[in-house]
């Protein structure tokens, strides 16, 4: 669903190798929406001083020392969403009901928060529209 190309920015070649990694892809004939959507990591951002990339939509990160690890957990987030048509939502459910158990099977259930006091959940999945839409059907509250 996704091209994550992590580069060594600090590499003497960092321009070629890109340029060799990107020919090898268009060779493989991958589709053109798996090209367009490649993110670009450079990597080892911590051995240049006060680094910017140059690169539009390029990602600078350290992962010695876990700099933009974030941004770069988010934007891979968001273009597997995009790419898998599904998104995150946080859904409240009745505990005594079978939301839950459904969700669990036909979503992914990422975090599921209990309030007892009123016998519900705020459940955080990830989930396909058309998923989402027959959850909606089943349980219009």
């Known amino acids: 669903d996704l091209i994550v190309h992590v ?4 590499h003497p070649e960092t321009i070629l190798q890109k ?3 990107l020919s090898v892809l268009k060779n493989l004939n991958l589709p053109s929406h798996l090209l367009d959507s ?12 006060r680094y910017k990339p140059t690169e539009e939509n390029a990602l600078a990160i350290s992962a010695l020392h876990g700099h ?9 987030e968001k273009k597997i969403l995009t790419a898998t048509g599904k998104k995150i939502l946080t859904v409240n459910v009745n505990l005594e009901g079978p939301q839950l158990s459904w969700l669990y099977k036909e979503a992914t259930v990422q975090e599921v928060e209990v309030m007892p006091e009123d ?5 955080k999945v990830i989930i396909g529209n058309s998923a989402f839409g027959r959850y909606k059907n089943l349980f219009p509250n």
Not at 7 to 10: A, P
Not at 38 to 45: F, L, S, T
Not at 68 to 76: A, M, N, V
């Open 119 to 123: 016998g519900t959940a705020r459940v």
């Open 7 to 10: 580069r060594d920015i600090t």
């Open 19 to 21: 340029a060799t990694v």
């Open 38 to 49: 490649i993110v670009e990591v450079h990597n080892k951002v911590d051995l240049i001083e």
């Open 68 to 76: 933009g690890l974030e941004e770069l957990k988010q934007e891979i």
